[in-house]
């Protein structure tokens, strides 16, 4: 399998808790590496640009409120099948789907408050790492 790169976001809800270092920790024990990593305040402007597939949506404003209501910690990981691997350790986006184990299991409030977010496709990947990164901010 080849080594790819995903975008990771630790929500607000997560950061209010102070789990970042947990979440981390489920990555990394996992075979991720974290070869970015930036703690921001999104704005309004940045939140509904990042999700602008989601903007016909019922759920959108609710998202942008939610995603500005604290920091975020962006993140860029680095492995084997990166993309996959980390949706598979957040689990599913509804916590109540999520499996045993994952971190949207045992981290997440809710369907929108569900701690962490992860790119779902290397195309999606590139474009959501291009968002909050440059090239250069990236140390493999
Ligand atoms: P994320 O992986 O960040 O991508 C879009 C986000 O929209 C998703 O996680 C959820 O946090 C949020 N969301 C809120 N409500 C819904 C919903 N009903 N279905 C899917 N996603 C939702």
Redesign the pocket.
Known sequence: MAVERTLS?I?PDATRRNLTGKINARFEDNGLRIVAQRRLQLTRVQAEAF?GV?KE???FN??CDFMTSGPVVAQVFEGEGAVAKNREIMGA??PANADEGTIRKDFAES????SV??S?SPENAAIEIAFFFAETDIVG
């Open positions: 976001i929500k999700y989601h949506r019922s759920f609710d998202l986006t509804n369907v929108e408050a569900n977010h992860g779902d």
